[in-house]
């Protein structure tokens, strides 16, 4: 569902619009922005790098649930620009409104109070009409877009649209909160007699609605703080200010739009994707010849598992296209289509040998799903097999055990790089909807324990008395490290492959040159990726006289989110890595003649809730041997507990640059 590639073509059309009410001045402001603009606001920083690029007067929804099940809503948004640079942004200096053939857009209309109280407006002339197309992509979405008027500091620009719509399912969300600070923030919901809503507030206290009128209902905030972006952080839907509001008709017709509660988001789905997945003739021919002489039903699956990557991702979606998939049938004859029609075809094929499959709904960044509050949040599809109670499932990493479903292994047909048995790492320790024959159950999705994400390093180095340092690296990597460094190399030609240890070198070295590189088991996607290279370091040991000094800990940095973390503003949110990992570097560095070490570094063990990491020089002979451990245990970490992984990362950056002393000796 989501688009992770996208060229658009733009097709113009000037629109006739008439403004809304006939004013005796066409560029007069409505009263609604002008009131907006004489709101007195909080004193925010006068230095250029903390002040926010623009404030939020108002952000405002009103909301009107029709009986016949039609939503009307009024969108009006003013803001005032602190900064010459918002008039080059596409945040400040246009408006976008995205709808589909399900929807329209009326009424889109944005004016300019100036610095010196001039009125701009807008008229028919500035307005667009865009459609779009992408290389992954058919959609009937379309967009209206109008650019504002001299948006320069201190003017204030406000716009309003309204945006009729027949939803599929009765539910709204409304963020309080943005990336700059707002001074109000209003929704306004009027529904119809005898329907009823629901309303839960995220990250934010829950708030009573005033009701000035019957069926009308109205919440308000005032002055927020913008939410601020930070490096590694959750998604906005984690950390922001929202609203969720459902909506409950009496008509038993309408009330299947509402899913009040997981079980019947999976009832909904259930009923949408019906009959999808029935297996044609041509299908089954399929599966029997890429099933034919493995006698073990895990290698059946893998064989299918396998075949999933000769469906090209390719999105047809129209209307109701956006939730329900195609036919398997379709999507096999075709030989394309989008994650949950790659969901549909797999979930087909593995029925052909016995095995149940169900629809999970996901989404790529964590935090998005909830597990209390049942909605149709989420941006993709993958599926939850229903594994033989016979089979071995020490190598499924993305297995879990469920007191109702039995053994489930969640599976992505759509990110070819990732084999069955695991999961890519954006999907784990997050929630999954399973659409099981009864309806949804929500499940959090196992996060792989850091033996799967595996990086095992050995190198073999020689240093001269110039202190250029010369070697043979052999990398292995499991999990994330392969299914990453697999599409990092794969989506380039291989003339340009070497760049990608170039950069990799570069992060730990200065002056260096790459010598040769290889690639092992590079599509070979269920066996480990070996990467193989030889380099020379030019001056990488320090000459001092009779001294050199040199680092034993040559490559990788692994104290990287130190930076993050010693930011001169605290941070407010959390610090997300990406999975639990494990890397063991082995490096043993051979000394030139005559130079023995008169100071090693001491070894370092430290270890925290989150990671641990370990290492140790020794000297053997002529050889130093350098060996390190790090490992990633979680992945979230709450904000009040980032004193303890900066003091963590402290001791990894110190001792990523100790440094061996060794001395030349006098001849013999």
């Not at 784990?428 to 196992?446: F, N, T």
């Not at 380099?535 to 009779?546: L, N, Q, T, W």
């Not at 503003?569 to 023995?596: C, N, S």
């Amino acid at each position: 569902m989501r688009l992770t590639a996208a060229t658009m073509l733009m097709v113009c059309a000037v629109l006739a619009l008439e403004p809304p009410g006939a004013r005796a001045d066409k560029n007069a402001a409505p009263e609604w922005l002008r009131a907006a603009a004489r709101e007195k606001l909080p004193d925010y920083p006068h230095r250029p790098e903390d002040s926010p690029e623009a404030v939020l007067l108002l952000d405002e929804a009103q909301i009107n649930v029709k009986g016949n099940g039609e939503i009307e809503t009024r969108f009006r948004r003013a803001f005032r620009i602190l900064r010459p640079e918002a008039g080059s942004n596409p945040e400040w200096n246009q408006i976008e409104v995205e709808f589909g053939n399900d929807q329209k857009v009326s009424d889109l209309h944005s004016w300019t109070i100036t610095a010196d109280g001039r009125e701009l407006a807008t008229d028919k002339k500035d307005l667009v009409q865009q459609g779009f197309l992408y290389d992954i992509e058919y959609t009937d979405a379309q967009a209206q877009t109008v650019r504002f008027l001299e948006p320069k500091v201190g003017s204030v620009v406000g716009y309003e649209y309204v945006l009729k719509n027949h939803p599929y399912v009765f539910e709204d969300d409304w963020y309080f909160q943005d990336i700059v600070p707002v001074h109000t923030s209003r929704v306004t919901l009027q529904i119809p007699p005898g329907w009823e809503f629901s309303a839960r507030f995220f990250n934010m206290q829950e708030q009573k609605p005033a009701s000035p009128a019957t069926g009308r209902f109205v919440w308000e905030a005032h002055d927020l703080p913008a939410v601020e972006i930070e490096p590694r952080m959750p998604p906005w839907v984690s950390v922001a200010e929202w609203m969720g509001l459902k909506y409950f008709p009496r008509d038993p017709k309408l009330r299947a739009k509402t899913t009040g509660s997981w079980q019947e988001v999976g009832v909904w789905y259930n009923e949408l994707t019906r009959n999808r997945r029935g297996a044609s003739p041509q299908i089954q021919q399929k599966v029997a010849a890429l099933t034919a002489g493995i006698p073990d039903t895990l290698g059946k699956m893998q064989a299918i598992a396998d075949y999933m990557r000769e469906i090209r991702y390719f999105a047809v979606e129209i209307g109701i296209g956006g939730f329900q998939p195609h036919s398997a049938a379709d999507v096999f004859s075709r030989g394309y289509g989008d994650c949950k029609d790659k969901a549909t075809l797999l979930s087909a094929m593995l029925s052909q040998i016995g095995v149940e499959s169900y629809y999970t709904l996901v989404d790529t960044d964590r935090g998005v799903i909830r597990p209390d509050y049942p909605s149709i949040h989420g941006d993709h599809v993958i599926v939850a097999i229903r594994l033989p109670g016979n089979l071995n499932v020490d190598s499924l990493y993305s297995t879990l055990n469920d007191s109702k479903l039995g053994r489930l292994l969640f599976f992505d047909p759509t990110n070819e790089y990732v084999p069955l048995g695991y999961l890519p790492w954006y999907l784990q320790d997050s929630y999954g909807l399973v659409m099981a024959p009864d309806g949804g159950h929500i499940m959090k999705l196992p996060l792989l324990p850091p033996v799967a994400n595996h990086v095992l390093r050995q190198a073999t180095f020689a240093l001269d008395t110039s202190g250029n340092l010369q070697g043979r690296v052999e990398e292995r990597r499991w999990g994330a490290g392969a299914s990453v460094g697999r599409e990092e190399l794969l989506e380039r030609a291989p003339a340009k492959r070497a760049e990608v240890f170039e950069r990799f070198l570069g992060a730990s070295l200065g002056d260096f040159a790459l010598e040769k590189a290889a690639v092992g088991d590079l599509d070979q996607y269920d066996r480990s990726l070996l990467l193989t290279y030889q380099f020379v370091a030019y001056r990488y040991a320090k000459a001092a006289g009779d001294l050199l000094i040199v680092r034993p800990r040559v490559l990788g940095v692994e104290s990287s989110p130190l930076d993050l973390l010693m930011r001169k503003v605290p941070r407010k949110y959390p610090l997300e890595f990406g999975e639990a990992a494990r890397q063991e570097d082995t490096f043993d560095i051979k000394l030139p003649a005559g130079y023995k070490p008169e100071e090693l570094p001491q070894p370092v063990s430290v270890d925290c809730l989150y990671a641990s990491y370990k290492s140790a020089v020794t000297l053997d002979g002529d050889m130093l041997h350098y060996q390190r451990t790090y490992e990633v245990k979680s992945v979230n970490i709450p904000a009040d507990e980032l004193s303890e992984l900066r003091h963590f990362f402290q001791q990894v950056a110190d001792d990523e640059r100790s440094s061996a002393v060794l001395r030349r000796g006098s001849p013999q």
